[in-house]
């Protein structure tokens, strides 16, 4: 606080509202060279800001040190710095916390307040010198000099949101501008965010007091400052996390029109913000309606003709398989001006048709004679073609038995050979004329 660039930032900012209340009584307008100097004065605000935040995690960091003795357990239990610092600024150095109990209850919750009394009475804590209390209580004016400061930069620059960036105020409000323009240090920065980024700006950190249910800020986990934007609390809670994707998208774009403005020179209008407004609103008021009822349709009108069967080698055969038989036929057949079997058989139908009659013995006349199909393979032609040539192989033999020799194996071939050379020696054209008498 004792920084001169941060007392004389303090001191141009508060000469500035003093300005502006003047400036609204008689409407006097800025100049050029009077709005660069409070872009100036946002661009520094959010530099101070940012180090504001750094001195205030600080202090807390010292208060705790400080404190710790007294009620280590306190620190973890309390994680926000100003809910901190107003507790012990009650407890102080009270042993029994349900003693004050009626003073926290400005300041905590009721489930805050019974975990620290059951915490109180179990604690390994002293109580603190009154030194060591004095820099306690003089550590936590620090603190609120600092939120005070703070405050005094953060409602500046919400004064001059609307006028150097209106479409972002318009989509999401000053406030809410202001703390994003001061988390990434302005316009130009905050241009570079991408939208995914955007939505987890602000974001608390999971602590294990805040995962137990002891969280100072009910904010969801993965969403930060857009969380708290009335376009995303007006939905329901299970679409929040949807309409903050969307809201951040839109954001992105409204800042870089807002930072092009600026760069340009170019008139700055809230008309981008309001259009974006507009179609998010329209959007989320689709995601909340019903889904339509499902519309009964007719069945189709039933194709009653009978639709072509393909044709070929392979049908022909498949019906082939299941063709009622000559039998089958004959018996499905009913003789005319015959008599029948019993009433009941006939009657159901369990008659033997035209088998029973004389004419049904003429089934075998008729009978078509149909060549077996064989299958077309490799073995099954090679089978053929052995079975057609009639060639017997080398083992190929024949056994005979005689009264005399027993068991013989003779050669089936060698009769048609000699009966081949009888016949070329005496029937054959060449032979000529022989005698078939034994020569002397």
């Keep these: 606080l004792n920084n001169d660039a941060l007392q004389s930032h303090l001191q141009s900012i508060r000469t500035i509202q003093q300005k502006d209340n003047n400036t609204k009584m008689s409407h006097h307008k800025n100049s050029k060279e009077e709005d660069e100097h409070e872009h100036q004065l946002i661009l520094a605000s959010n530099k101070h800001l940012a180090s504001l935040r750094s001195e205030l995690h600080n202090t807390h960091l010292d208060i705790c040190k400080s404190?710790?003795?007294?009620?280590?357990?306190?620190?973890?239990?309390?994680?926000?710095?100003?809910?901190?610092r107003a507790a012990i600024g009650i407890i102080q150095n009270e042993l029994d916390?349900?003693?004050?109990?009626?003073?926290?209850?400005?300041?905590?919750?009721?489930?805050?307040?019974?975990?620290?009394?059951?915490?109180?009475?179990t604690t390994n804590g002293r109580m603190l010198?009154?030194?060591?209390?004095?820099?306690?209580?003089?550590?936590?004016?620090?603190?609120?000099?600092?939120?005070?400061?703070?405050?005094?930069?953060t409602s500046f620059v919400e004064s001059r949101m609307e006028q150097w960036s209106p479409s972002v105020c318009a989509l999401v409000g000053p406030a809410l501008a202001a703390q994003l323009l001061a988390s990434t240090g302005g316009l130009a920065e905050l241009a570079r965010v991408p939208s995914c980024n955007l939505q987890l700006l602000g974001k608390n950190r999971s602590t294990s007091s805040s995962r137990g249910g002891m969280a100072t800020q009910s904010r969801t986990q993965h969403a930060g400052f857009l969380i708290d934007c009335d376009l995303v609390q007006a939905c329901p809670n299970y679409l929040k996390m949807r309409a903050v994707k969307a809201v951040a998208g839109k954001l992105a774009l409204a800042v870089r029109c807002d930072h092009i403005n600026v760069e340009s020179g170019r008139q700055r209008t809230a008309d981008v913000g309001r259009k974006f407004k507009e179609e998010l609103r329209t959007k989320f008021g689709k995601w909340e309606e019903p889904d339509k009822a499902q519309v009964v349709k007719a069945l189709p009108k039933p194709d009653l003709?009978?639709?072509?069967?393909?044709?070929?080698?392979?049908?022909?055969?498949?019906?082939?398989?299941f063709e009622e038989t000559e039998l089958m036929k004959q018996a499905n057949k009913r003789a005319f001006?015959?008599?029948?079997?019993?009433?009941?058989?006939?009657?159901?139908?369990?008659?033997?048709?035209?088998?029973?009659?004389?004419?049904?013995g003429a089934m075998r006349n008729t009978t078509e004679k149909r060549k077996m199909r064989q299958a077309n393979t490799k073995a099954s032609r090679?089978?053929?073609?052995?079975?057609?040539?009639?060639?017997?192989?080398?083992?190929a033999s024949?056994?005979?038995f005689t009264p005399t020799q027993g068991m013989e194996l003779v050669n089936p071939d060698a009769n048609k050979e000699r009966v081949r050379k009888a016949n070329e020696k005496w029937?054959?054209?060449?032979?000529?004329?022989?005698?078939?008498?034994?020569?002397?």
Aim: aromatic share 6%; charged share 30%.
């Design 67 to 84: 404190y710790h003795p007294k009620f280590p357990e306190l620190e973890e239990l309390i994680t926000d710095p100003f809910q901190y």
């Design 97 to 121: 916390v349900t003693n004050v109990n009626e003073q926290l209850n400005d300041v905590l919750s009721s489930n805050q307040i019974i975990t620290i009394s059951v915490a109180g009475s």
């Design 129 to 153: 010198t009154q030194e060591e209390l004095n820099q306690v209580n003089d550590a936590c004016l620090y603190l609120d000099e600092l939120q005070s400061v703070k405050n005094e930069l």
């Design 305 to 321: 003709t009978t639709k072509k069967r393909r044709g070929g080698k392979r049908i022909r055969r498949l019906k082939e398989r």
């Design 337 to 360: 001006s015959v008599e029948a079997g019993e009433y009941g058989d006939d009657a159901m139908g369990i008659t033997l048709g035209m088998l029973d009659t004389k004419e049904g």
């Design 382 to 395: 090679k089978r053929a073609a052995q079975m057609s040539a009639g060639v017997a192989d080398g083992l």
């Design 398 to 400: 024949s056994v005979v």
């Design 427 to 440: 029937f054959s054209d060449k032979s000529g004329f022989q005698s078939a008498l034994p020569r002397k």
